[in-house]
């Protein structure tokens, strides 16, 4: 079956570091890749995707890269700001399957 | 993209009473998913509802604890039954889009 391990949190770092969070996928086929955000007392937030291989998927000045090689999809920005503190999950879906599999969330906590 | 609204946001509970959670999509779509979040864990799948049949429940939940309605291809409401302070989680409905999920906002129930 499918399954996402995600890098264990929680996560400190200052303001302006930089970031990365790790996620690596278990799956069959060719799965679409996802990064969701989820801000204190707020649903989730697709904050980017990337749908096949070498796809680099952004927004926000996050990035990832579908690497089908080694099976990852490591979130990475380049300056963290106090209002990126919020709770990370990675996730995949096979589609025709329909069902996200997610990561089990890492929490970021940004310091000024 | 499709827009889902969920309500209620937030809901207290008491102890053996039933809460319904409705889902409205502002478009057609074929499945809905129901997940459940609880504190500080990562999203679990409940059931997936297709208009037109039974809600298909994943291990470890059953309809009598979480009744599904899916009467049109817009409208899932998702009943949490008979409720336990275990039962006090996020619940958030889903659904998919070519190659993307879009969440409701999410419910956030305390029993008590």
């Known amino acids: 079956g499918n399954s996402v391990t995600q890098m264990e949190g929680p996560v400190t770092l200052s303001e302006e570091a930089f970031l990365t969070i790790n996620c690596t996928y278990t799956?069959?086929?060719?799965?679409?890749l996802f990064w969701y955000v989820q801000y204190p007392g707020e649903g989730l937030q697709l904050l980017l995707k990337a749908t096949k291989a070498d796809d680099k998927g952004s927004n926000k000045g996050f990035e990832a890269t579908y690497r089908k090689e080694t099976t990852s999809f490591h979130l990475e920005k380049g300056s963290v700001q106090v209002s990126d503190s919020a709770v990370y999950f990675c996730?995949?879906?096979?589609?025709?399957?329909?069902?996200?599999?997610f990561g089990t969330g890492t929490r970021l906590t940004i310091i000024p | 993209s499709a827009v889902i609204s969920q309500k209620p946001s937030r809901d207290i509970c008491q102890r053996g009473t039933s809460l319904t959670i409705q889902c409205q999509v502002d478009s057609q779509v074929t499945m809905m998913f129901w997940y459940r979040q609880q504190p500080g864990q990562s999203l679990t799948l409940i059931a997936t509802?297709?208009?037109?049949?039974?809600?298909?429940?994943e291990s470890g939940f059953v309809i009598d604890k979480f009744p599904i309605s899916r009467p049109n291809l817009t409208f899932s409401t998702l009943t949490v039954s008979n409720m336990s302070p275990e039962d006090s989680s996020i619940y958030l409905c889903?659904?998919?889009?070519?190659?993307?999920?879009?969440f409701g906002q999410g419910t956030r129930l305390t029993v008590v």
């Open positions: 509802a297709n208009q037109g049949s039974e809600a298909t429940y």
């Open positions: 996730a995949l879906i096979n589609f025709g399957n329909e069902k996200l599999t």
């Open positions: 889903s659904s998919t889009e070519v190659t993307e999920a879009f």
């Open positions: 799956a069959t086929g060719y799965p679409s």
